[in-house]
């Protein structure tokens, strides 16, 4: 593992089996954790996490593509602690600065009239307002998803998922229609992304009234595996839906904050402008945090009632939102993604030609996601295969996500703090525990 200048704090709290038993106890049953022998986390610092005992693991996952710009970063602790010291929390019926010039600071960085926010506590929320707002706006209902889509487990965003595994056995899903997924790997057309918009505008003339309210897109999808939207698709479903009355949502809850590299939201690398973006995660590097922004004259389709978010814009958070935006730009962050991206990228096709295994590299910057096949031509997932690996790699050190329908995909979307010498690190073990197979 690379060089890394930090001592742990000593731990002297509840063991790793204590902890499980108190999870077991006390708990929600619904919970899992991520390996089969779990790993007890008690500190991190950049791109490491460091167990109970003290030992160091490289964190290739950010707290599910959350930590954007390391963990613990001296800049955003400074900021959460100055502000932390001043005012931890009042709420937008008073006035504050930190709410109000972050605002302006996260709309400078949007492309078009995208140049009004509304600040929540997570990527559910902010995705339930985009649709809440693109109804209000349009006066219509129907919502057009995609299949293999993932857009938060709330009562009003599992409808708009689109794999079984994240929805609850209840009545939800009342006006969301799912078009088939422009996959590059998987998909019947394969990277024809005129092919896939041809079935949407299918989906709105047979499945809806012909108007639609909206249609909300991961730019690159996350939870299902790192996947790629096929190539020129946005652009030509952007136009029928706003033909068909709607608005387009971008969800950039994984995606924005230069974590693609090439462009510093991922909309931008098909060309669109949509109406509503929506993030979280990364936007506060780990803190509550999540933001819905959208034109002045969408924003005002929610004005005849009041509206209220006891959190949303708290103190802190914005303060750590705020300081997460310099560092991105203090440090060059999204070209840093691009070249360790790229690095790393150029790596693991190298690993997959050694490896028939692994079917599918793919991705930009730091989201890049590895798919295993038990057969290259037939595509069957290999599932118990790459929890095998991912085991065997956090034994080594590295600490992987995983994703997809068939949870086979390696979902590669460290702190952008990663460094060449952390990919290369990442492929060794990753072709260690793919030999031991």
């Known amino acids: 593992m690379p ?12 063991s ?9 106890q006390y708990l929600s049953p619904s919970l899992f954790w991520h390996f089969k022998k779990p790993v007890m986390i008690v500190e991190g610092k950049m791109q490491y996490l460091f167990d109970e005992k003290g030992r160091r693991y490289l964190d290739a996952f950010a707290g599910i593509v959350t930590v954007s710009v390391g963990h613990c970063h001296p800049a955003v602790n400074e900021a959460i602690n100055k502000q932390n010291a001043l005012l931890q929390h009042t709420t937008t019926i008073y006035l504050n600065n930190q709410i109000a010039e972050y605002a302006k600071e996260l709309t400078d960085r949007m ?19 985009a649709i809440m707002l693109a109804r209000l706006y349009t006066g219509n209902w129907d919502m057009l998803c995609l299949r293999n889509a993932y857009h938060g487990m709330s009562i009003g965003t599992m409808g708009t998922c689109g794999q079984h595994t994240w929805k609850q056995p209840m009545p939800q899903g009342f006006g969301y229609h799912h078009a088939l997924n422009p996959d590059p790997y998987r998909g019947p057309y394969g990277d024809d992304g005129a092919r896939y918009a041809a079935d949407m505008a299918d989906l709105i003339s047979g499945a809806t009234p012909g108007r639609v309210a909206g249609f909300i897109a991961e730019t690159i999808q996350g939870v299902g595996g790192t996947v790629p939207l096929a190539t020129g698709y946005l652009p030509a479903v952007y136009k029928m839906v706003r033909e068909a009355g709607g608005v387009c949502i971008a969800d950039e809850v994984q995606t924005g904050f230069g974590r693609t590299g090439g462009h510093y939201w991922g909309f931008q690398r098909q060309g669109v402008i949509p109406d509503i973006v929506t993030m979280a995660k990364g936007i506060g590097n780990g803190l509550p945090l999540a933001a819905v922004v959208t034109t002045p004259e969408i ?24 300081a997460v935006l310099r560092v991105v730009d203090k440090e060059h962050r999204q070209a840093h993604c691009a070249a360790v991206g790229e690095h790393l ?4 096709r190298g690993l997959q030609a050694k490896h028939d295994i692994i079917g599918d590299v793919r991705g930009t910057g730091l989201m890049l996601g590895v798919e295993l096949v038990k057969n290259r031509t037939t595509k069957e997932p290999a599932k118990a295969e790459t929890a095998a690996v991912m085991e065997s790699m956090k ?3 590295v600490l992987m996500g995983k994703g997809g329908l068939h949870g086979n995909v390696f979902r590669i979307k460290p702190p952008m703090c990663f460094s060449h010498q952390d990919a290369d690190f990442l492929v060794d073990v990753m072709d260690a525990a793919l030999c031991k197979l």
């Open 299 to 322: 924003a005002a389709s929610m004005a005849s009632r009041l509206h209220f978010n006891t959190y949303g814009g708290n103190p802190v958070c914005s303060a750590a939102g705020r």
């Open 345 to 348: 990228l150029r790596r693991l």
């Open 111 to 129: 492309p078009g009239n995208l140049k009004v926010v509304y600040f929540v506590n997570s990527g559910s929320e902010a995705n339930d307002m």
């Open 16 to 24: 790793a089996e204590e902890v499980i038993a108190l999870r077991k």
């Open 395 to 397: 034994d080594m050190g």
């Open 3 to 14: 060089d890394f200048a930090h001592t742990p704090a000593p731990y002297s709290g509840p």
